[in-house]
């Protein structure tokens, strides 16, 4: 088991990167948000990444984070039924494990089904699955403690995102787009910017579907 990888970051995508150890190249599957974090600007520091080790009858593949604590969400969300490897770092990618765990704590399924590729049966799934889990409580800290005030706000945003990514999404099938397309690029767009209403939503989304 492979638990831990350091060396030389060499080369970095958009869900992955390449660490030399010693003369070998590891290819290493990251969140967006990880591999955003990580720069090649200085080749000469290696980095190092919390690792999981997943074996499969044809295929070893890696998968890194930051801190430990998203490891062990990673491996609790994948416990969860119809929860893959790529979905849990979709959900590592959208949630943190602080908005995770306060998400479990209020019941709140809209938080999870407001993560691409997540939809109500799912994240209804999640919450009864992963609610009231002892190992959850080893992953509580002092600011998580108290979440009762703090979720009125959150669920706002994420109905108001959700509501603006549903309102775009209605303009561009109106527009003559597929369904599949434009839920597509919405939600690409969505993984790195934020916007306040649906129409600059839209305009985004049309000037990446005329670029292709």
């Known amino acids: 088991m492979i638990g ?16 030399d150890v010693h003369g ?44 430990q604590t998203e490891k062990d969400w990673f491996n609790i969300l994948r416990s969860v039924q119809g929860i893959g490897a790529k979905v849990a770092l979709t959900i590592l990618n959208t949630l943190d494990p602080k908005e995770l765990l306060r998400a479990l704590r209020m019941k709140n399924e809209l938080a999870f089904s407001s993560v691409s590729g997540i939809g109500s049966r799912m994240a209804q799934r999640l919450v009864v699955e992963l609610s009231g889990r002892k190992d959850l409580i080893v992953l509580e800290d002092d600011e998580i403690k108290e979440v009762n005030d703090e979720s009125n706000e959150q669920t706002a945003n994420i109905i108001k995102r959700k509501e603006i990514q549903q309102d775009a999404l209605s303009a ?29 939503l839209v305009k985004e989304a049309l000037r990446s579907l005329a670029r292709g």
């Not at 970051?9 to 958009?14: A, N, V, Y």
């Open 4 to 19: 831990r990888i350091k060396g030389q970051l060499i080369e970095k995508k958009i869900d992955s990167v390449v660490i």
């Open 24 to 67: 070998i190249g590891y290819v290493v599957y990251v969140t967006e948000k990880t591999a955003r974090s990580l720069t090649l600007d200085n080749q000469s520091r290696d980095i190092s990444l919390y690792s999981e080790l997943l074996v499969k009858e044809d295929l070893l593949q890696l998968v890194g984070f930051i801190t």
């Open 172 to 200: 561009l099938q109106n527009l003559g787009f597929k369904t599949a397309e434009a839920k597509s690029v919405l939600d690409k767009i969505l993984v790195e910017n934020d916007f306040k209403d649906a129409s600059q």
